[in-house]
């Protein structure tokens, strides 16, 4: 099989094809890497290769999984596999890497997928732009002059042009959501306790942070989460498995589902007029497939809700600072952080214990205004955007003239709809279902209760045959350079 033939497939239809035995999963493997040998230069979404281990993982015979033989990348950071550089975008984290395989990345194996390579990464994933010092920026495959959105970017570049079908993501605001929505991909940031986080921690960033994957297709997301989702044995919280499988669920067309839309950030920051027109179309859509639309929102503090991700987030990564400063005999400073995580490191020094339970106080409170809310509406619909794809540059992390403070406002103004699902917890999934006047994927979010990812399977499956997105691909994707 030749790269353009693999990558006209999601990873569902290629672990298909291994299944048939009408292809092996090294000639996989070895699509892939042409494809990045290709591909990468340019979009510089892929950080190492892991040619022999990939190898060594086919020789020992793979799993019998929804996924076997199929390419997967990991991102640079928390699904940690054994003795694979976990560097997290950094100069500081440089040699890190850990002895065991994290609970997430031995069920990453399980289903059959074949890891050929890691992912890039802003540094500490502390940026909706991917431009760390380390490894440089990661473009858009879209257009090249533009960002690649983050923290997940090098994971959505990658899939978006084809390099992979599927590709390990994490979300601490928005990070699977919002690179998903600007590189044109499906990006379900699943429910608080769905995915284990063992053994090492029990919570990401005491549970803001979520992981899981980018993918092409809805399909492959359901059966993802069907395949990693479940038990985690020992943790402070974690969620039972529902009845039925989320891929039987993408059977199932949804009932008439009450479905709240807003096009106004709770932190009132401004939004492009094509995100706008891209949510109306969609709740057009939604109302033409039988659904009711009501424009509504729930109504929070939003300056509260902002100061305890702030220091939820500082805290977590001081904490993680120092903890390599222990493991690796390494001094924090300027010179080995970039400016955003120098400020963000100092200011989580002088965060209190009361600071903290403030913050766990905000969020409950914010959680149980959006519950309530939730009671009434099965989906509340918004961009997953609020800004078309930012040039190479704009949101740069190394900006020694922000603080704390400012560099996350920054952030949050160019993707405010996201971060209040992970205060709640609750799932959320980017759908590429828009586009704009110079051809740039638009996504779409949708958010459902806590716990509720059958419905928003079933409504994003009916959104994805009304209006299939699979025909559309970057100029930099290996289906379109090798025509």
Known sequence: MNFYEYSKYDATGLALLVKQKKVMPKELKQAALKGIEKINPTINAVVSILSKQADDEID???????????????????AQAKGISVQLGSRFGAGMTTSQDTNLMARFRRAGLVTIGTSTTPEFAFNFSTESLVYGPTRNPWNPSLSAGGSSGGASAAVAAGLVPIAHANDGAGSIRQPAAVNGLVGLKPTRGRIPNGPHRSEILCGLGNE????????????????????????RNWLEKPNRSYVSELQNKPKRLRIAWTDKPWNNAPVDQECKQALYKTVELCNDLGHDLIEASPVINAEKQLLATLRIWSANLSHSVNKIKEGLNRIPSANNLEASNWAIYQYGQTITAADLLEAFEINNTVSRIVGEFFSEYDVLLTPAIAQLPWPIGKLDANDPCLDAEEW??????????T???????QPAISLPLGWSSEGLPIGMQLAARFGDESTLFQLASQLEEAQSWQDKRPNLSVMLQNK
């Open 408 to 417: 996350t406002e920054r952030m949050m103004a160019y993707s405010p709809f």
């Open 60 to 78: 020992a015979g793979l799993p019998n999984g929804p996924f076997t033989g199929v390419p997967f990348l990991i991102k640079e950071s928390s």
């Open 419 to 425: 971060n209040l699902f992970n205060t709640t917890g």
């Open 212 to 235: 899981f994957a980018v993918t092409r297709s809805v399909r492959d997301a359901a059966a993802l989460l069907d395949s990693i989702g479940g038990v985690d044995i020992g943790a």
